[in-house]
């Protein structure tokens, strides 16, 4: 099963996207973080999102990019991914990311993780509705996370939108 | 009673309040008062109590590219985690398209 939880910046979409994995994923659970710990606010989310785990029985791998390489002790019931955003600008703007074959191995990487696990929730960013101007680069990560959402969404069991902290079904499952 | 109202700007928040909740006091645009809090050096989670008991909108200012400055960072984090608490405790929270109400939590339709 896969599950596409979104949202804007501070909704609530972690939370979320926990509780469904937990849900789903009765023993083992896999935290994939991909946020690089640059700066004090990626340090000050890494720190918030680790308490928020603690104690619900999460194994946790760092893997900032190369999804589709991610060698796993072993299936999992459940991995939660967080998050494309952080994902995806690593494999376009780190220097050991794929470049120009970000988006195909970003969707690769995530049929990998789907072999390895029952129920796969990833986390991901609302971030088209500012319309204001940037830098193509910017313009162009964007566009690609739009699309990876169509995509992903596309072949989701569920997708979700997180507002305020309330969960809103976009596609799918109506559990909430 | 408390009502919060969010969506994007100049979507017709503050006028859908007066019509659907003409019996609370309202505040506008929580989002600025979330700046000014900040630049006064203070935790905007010290808004939440005076929120009690209004009609509240906010712009939902979260869903925009993350900004490169972190202050502005904190700011749009900041507006996010008090709608979340305010969400939590409200009666009522409407997302607002075009002036549409959408009940998300509580009201008289819900999607």
């Known amino acids: 099963m896969l599950i596409l939880v979104t949202g804007g910046a501070a909704s609530g979409k972690s939370e979320h996207a926990e509780r469904l994995l937990c849900e789903r994923a009765a023993c083992s659970r896999l935290y994939l973080a991909t946020m690089q710990p640059f700066g004090a606010v990626a340090q000050a989310r890494i720190a918030r999102h680790r308490a928020l785990r603690a104690g619900k029985g999460f194994d946790t791998v760092e893997r900032p990019l190369g999804l589709a390489g991610l060698t796993l002790p072993h299936q999992y019931d459940g991995i939660l991914l967080e998050d494309l955003g952080n994902l995806l600008a690593n494999e376009l703007f780190a220097p050991e990311g794929a470049k120009d074959a970000a988006f195909g191995s970003i969707l690769a990487g995530i049929a990998h993780l789907q072999d390895c696990c029952e129920t796969l929730v990833i986390v991901s960013n609302e971030i088209f509705a500012d319309g204001l101007p940037y ?42 | 009673m408390t009502v919060l109202l969010i969506g994007g700007a100049w979507q017709g928040k503050a006028a859908l309040a007066e ?51 972190p202050e502005e960072e904190r700011y749009r984090e900041a507006v996010g985690r008090l709608c979340c608490a305010l969400a939590a405790e409200a009666d009522a929270v409407v997302r607002v398209i075009a002036g549409v109400p959408q009940y998300i939590k509580g009201g008289t339709t819900c999607i």
């Open chain 2, 19 to 69: 019509r659907l909740y003409p019996a609370l006091p309202l505040t506008k645009n929580l989002h600025q008062m979330v700046r000014q809090t900040l630049a006064a050096g203070r935790d905007p989670m010290e808004l939440l109590p005076a929120l009690r008991g209004h009609a509240v909108t906010c712009d939902e200012v979260g869903c925009g590219v993350v900004p490169l400055d």
């Open chain 1, 135 to 176: 830098a193509p680069e910017t313009v162009g990560y964007a566009a690609q996370l739009g699309r990876l959402h169509t995509v992903l969404a596309g072949r989701a069991d569920a997708v979700y939108e997180s507002v305020c902290g309330i969960l809103l079904p976009v596609k799918g499952e109506h559990t909430v």
